[in-house]
């Protein structure tokens, strides 16, 4: 069952990744870059910002939290394998573009949160929520398309982080095959390894 699953996700990378998709990214960012009037000169003023105190801003969190969750979620695996690959498959000289790509891209950063901001709501208890599902609602007025996000996202969060971990811890256990009869089997213990956390 997860040979099928890996296949199916492997399907779909194919198809969504490519070319395209790095054109499309790229593109995005070189546009959001012109459309801010170069907002990455800005940094600055960003980084003083963030670490400044304001006791009368609104929201939940200080700048200084808004600024080390953003980070929290953007910085991890990705970032780390990411990288690493670029270089063994490209060479030294694919760290510049990872930085010319990385510089382009705080436009795209900085529009995705200004938004995310803009279009919050509070409730009647006084805590904001956000994100890109209300964006969608509020912005484009495209409440079924929220949703659609809201489901993938949701989904998504089971496998972005979880299985790749699980995996990792598993693949340094076997199965004793008195259970399923297949000696050394990490993909058995792999999903027996997943329930148990899971309970947890």
């Not at 959001?32 to 609104?58: C, N, W, Y």
């Not at 699980?166 to 792999?190: E, I, P, V, W």
Request: proline fraction near 1%; charge should be positive.
């Amino acid at each position: 069952m997860f040979d099928t699953i890996v296949n199916a996700i492997n399907q779909i990378d194919k198809m969504v990744w490519g070319w395209w998709m790095i054109l499309l990214l790229l593109g995005t960012h070189i546009f959001m870059t012109f459309r801010t009037g170069f907002i990455q000169r800005k940094i600055g003023t960003a980084i003083k910002l963030s670490v400044a105190k304001d006791p009368d801003a609104e929201g939940e969190v200080s700048q200084f939290g808004a600024l080390t969750t953003a980070l929290a979620s953007t910085i991890g695996t990705g970032n780390i394998i990411g990288v690493g690959t670029a270089i063994a498959l490209g060479g030294p000289g694919a760290v510049f573009w990872c930085w010319i790509t990385g510089v382009f891209g705080i436009a795209t950063k900085y529009s995705e949160s200004l938004i995310a901001v803009k279009y919050r709501v509070k409730t009647k208890d006084g805590r904001m929520q956000g994100g890109a599902m209300y964006a969608l609602e509020r912005g484009l007025h495209m409440r079924w398309l929220g949703m659609v996000f809201a489901f993938l996202a949701g989904f998504a969060s089971f496998g972005k982080c979880h299985c790749h971990s699980l995996r990792r811890k598993s693949a340094h256990c076997t199965c004793s095959g008195r259970h399923c009869g297949r000696s050394s089997d990490s993909s058995c213990y792999f999903w027996r390894y997943s329930v148990y956390c899971k309970r947890m």
